[in-house]
């Protein structure tokens, strides 16, 4: 089956800055992509490139097996809901329905005004004046009855209560449970996601640090503890991620796709948020070692 | 929303075991208590997802592991029933049973053993048990 999203050797640079570098990456279809890393760390620019918004620098991206927004096809293929959902204030719920049928041929008008109606939006009523829980959810209503294939959404929940993220969350699983949707979501809190994605990207600092199914990577990480070892002394199987030391004790993360089995270790598994930190925690140590390492040169 | 399914599933996210795990005992811990019978229809997946916002893939893995126990069936289109009880004859021996417990359990109380002691003693003698094949 087609990838949803294939970047190779993906960059995007502006002036200076690098804000994406050499991503390569190969989504499979059929999952919730949580896309996670720190503010400023290039979701928004990677989210941008995949819906044509954006054009590389260098590299290549296809999404859904060609390249983004080249076809009025590929664009009614791929749904897409900006940061801060944005609405139009001065519309009212029923202009955006028309407005989105208008601009959508594949638009399913009967089910956004079920949608709107089970959300008890009253149609009249103008964007402006909805809660930025109702705001989030027409942004969604519409995009979902454009029926895409891939659904692409920009930090969705970020600036929402509990409540109304977990009702936006409720209808965006109910939607990919009905429509067999694609869908890539990027939030900088991994709490957010993890129940509602199968499938995880992270990204730190402008590059990839890791992609994969949720329950394989999972399975594949441990937190050993245990006396005090030097990270360097691991078998070779065991790619250490992190590891801290206190004088008789260490801690350490490690990618292993074989069973530990050193009576020496206590075994932890793992949760989505400690995976995650642990692999920004290893890029943020990259990058501060990287720059002591280049001052005696300077 | 529960249309035709007598049980409603909840998530803890505080308990460390994963969502589908959490699914799969409770639809064991009903078929055990006699709450779900032979026939009842499991929430669908729309339904579960809707009410928990979880991944579909979460409760699909859980019902296809209880179709692969045996316990219940999907009927395409349709949905999942319950194909097979786990409340069986041992459901009498229950209450005498649990009646013995809790009479070793005060009596434990009343030796002095705090409760981690007491958890560590059960769970010892339960394994050691299951390694004689007593169990």
Known sequence: ?298 | MNGGSVIEFHLDSRSGVSPYLQVVHQVRHALRLGLLREGDQLPTVKEVVARLAINPNTVLKAYKELEHAGLVAARPGIGTFVTRTLSDSTLAAHRPLRQQLQRWFGNARRAGLDDESIEALFRDCFRSTLDEGVA
């Open chain 1, 1 to 298: 089956m087609t990838a949803v999203l294939d970047a190779e050797e993906l960059s995007k640079q502006y002036g200076r800055r690098r804000a994406l570098q050499d991503c390569t990456l190969s989504i499979p279809p059929g999952h919730v992509v949580g896309l996670v890393g720190p503010n400023g760390a290039g979701k928004t620019t990677l989210l941008h490139l995949a819906v044509g918004l954006l054009q590389p620098t260098s590299g290549t991206i296809e999404v859904l097996g060609s390249r983004p927004a080249e076809t009025p096809a590929q664009l009614g293929r791929v749904g897409f809901v900006a940061q801060e959902t944005p609405t139009y204030a001065a519309l009212s719920v029923a202009d955006h329905l028309n407005f989105g049928a208008w601009l959508n041929p594949s638009f399913d008008a009967t089910m956004a005004e079920h949608r709107i109606d089970e959300l008890g939006l009253d149609p009249h009523q103008k964007a402006g004046h909805l809660s930025g829980g109702q705001r989030a959810q027409l942004a969604l209503t519409l995009a979902i009855a454009k029926r895409p294939e891939l659904l692409i959404l920009d930090e969705p929940v970020a600036g929402l209560d509990p409540l109304a993220r977990r009702e936006f969350l409720q209808y965006l699983m109910e939607s990919v449970a009905e429509h067999e949707l694609s869908v890539i979501l990027s939030s900088h809190l991994v709490a957010d996601l993890e129940r509602v994605c199968d499938y995880l990207v992270v990204l730190v600092a402008s590059r990839l640090q890791l992609a994969g199914e949720v329950e394989g990577l999972l399975a594949s990480h441990h937190r050993l503890s245990g006396p005090r070892r030097d990270a360097d002394s691991m078998p070779s199987d065991q790619e250490v991620i992190e590891a801290s030391h206190t004088e008789r004790q260490s801690t350490i993360f490690v990618r292993s796709e074989s069973p530990i089995l050193d009576p020496a270790w206590t075994v932890e598994e793992v949760s989505l948020e400690d995976l995650v930190l642990a692999y920004m925690g290893r890029a943020t140590d990259a990058r501060g070692a990287r720059r002591s390492s280049m001052r005696p040169v300077q």
